[in-house]
């Protein structure tokens, strides 16, 4: 009997502890305010709230960042395909990678780090953080900076047609992220994008 529940609790601590991936509704890829209207509205600003971010919309930002919308090419440019970009997603619950191509946060870090985030206060207090990094071993000169930039631009005014504050920035404690997250040489976060409800 003993040994049962020695077993019993062992496995119990087992699924705690592992990865809790979050699969994502499929993305909205149509509607919202018309372009030009959310051009016009497209704005940083830094005052977020903490109320969470429901999942459909964090796919739709997700998808307007790096998703793709042909086959094996992303809604941004990317330098001979290459692809060399990665959007990581920092919650209150953990640390996440974003995968396009099976719709999914693949958990690389369990707890609250949004203070490596960015030095802003603002930062810790937005229910949803993304960063920008990028594969040196795939870049071409400044074309991850392109592709990341037009990645923040998309985020930007899913933000304006949704009503969402947003802010990029290159304000990261890149070497707590790269020492948090494992990271080898080859990858470097180039920026930051904060995501939260209006106050």
């Not at 459909?56 to 395909?81: C, H, I, K």
Request: net charge positive; hydrophobic share 40%.
């Amino acid at each position: 009997m003993r040994t049962f529940l020695t077993l019993t609790i062992f496995f119990s601590l087992s699924f705690t502890v592992m990865a809790q991936d979050i699969t994502l509704p499929a993305p909205q890829r149509s509607g919202g305010k018309p372009l030009f209207d959310a051009i016009n509205e497209r704005q940083s600003i830094k005052n977020p709230t903490s109320t969470p971010i429901d999942l459909q919309t964090l796919s739709d930002l997700l998808w307007a960042a790096y998703g793709f919308n042909r086959e094996d090419r992303r809604v941004v440019p990317s330098p001979m395909n290459r692809q060399e970009l990665f959007v990581y997603v920092v919650l209150k619950e953990g640390i996440y990678l974003y995968d396009a191509k099976t719709n999914k946060l693949f958990e690389k870090v369990k707890g609250d780090h949004r203070t490596v985030a960015g030095t802003q206060d603002y930062v810790y207090v937005a229910p949803v953080n993304l960063l920008y990094v990028v594969d040196k071993s795939k870049e071409t000169g400044t074309g991850a900076y392109i592709s990341c930039g037009c990645a923040a631009q998309d985020v930007y005014l899913v933000c304006a047609s949704k009503g969402l504050a947003c802010a990029v920035r290159t304000s990261v404690d890149k070497n707590a992220v790269s020492k948090l997250l494992k990271f080898d040489n080859r990858l470097e976060v180039i920026a930051g994008q904060t995501i939260g409800h209006k106050k």
